[in-house]
């Protein structure tokens, strides 16, 4: 069991910043890779970036440019710099991890809306 909590989402201007925070708890030994995602109003969640346990990372289109995703593997986080935030940037923005044994995880997510 891997437990998922993220903070750090809230309201913004276009063209302002955000670092979303994702607390893992739990079975964490046995990550394989660990993301972020996202949905819209009235939309599917869509992939957003995922880092894997070797460092490597992977971005959405849409973001490429804009945001970062990190780990910090002592404290157990994951965090996701937003910057350049656009207005179909706003979202719930869930955590995620996929563990070796083919399990996936979800937080409950955290609110970014960006309007001016």
């Known amino acids: 069991q891997v437990q998922l909590v993220e903070s750090g989402g809230g309201l913004v201007q276009p063209g302002g910043s955000l670092r979303l925070s994702c607390a893992a708890s739990?079975?964490?030994?046995?990550?394989?890779?660990m993301g972020w995602y996202r949905q819209a109003p009235g939309k599917e969640r869509e992939f957003v970036a995922f880092?894997?346990?070797?460092?490597?990372?992977n971005y959405a289109d849409s973001v490429k440019g804009r945001f970062t995703i990190s780990r910090d593997n002592a404290k157990n986080m994951l965090y996701l710099q937003m910057n350049s935030l656009k207005p179909e940037d706003t979202a719930v923005y869930y955590c995620?991890?996929?563990?070796?044994?083919?399990?996936?995880?979800w937080g409950k997510g955290t609110l970014v809306t960006v309007s001016s």
């Open positions: 995620n991890v996929l563990l070796v044994s083919g399990f996936v995880y």
């Open positions: 739990g079975s964490i030994f046995s990550i394989n890779r």
């Open positions: 880092i894997t346990s070797s460092d490597s990372t």
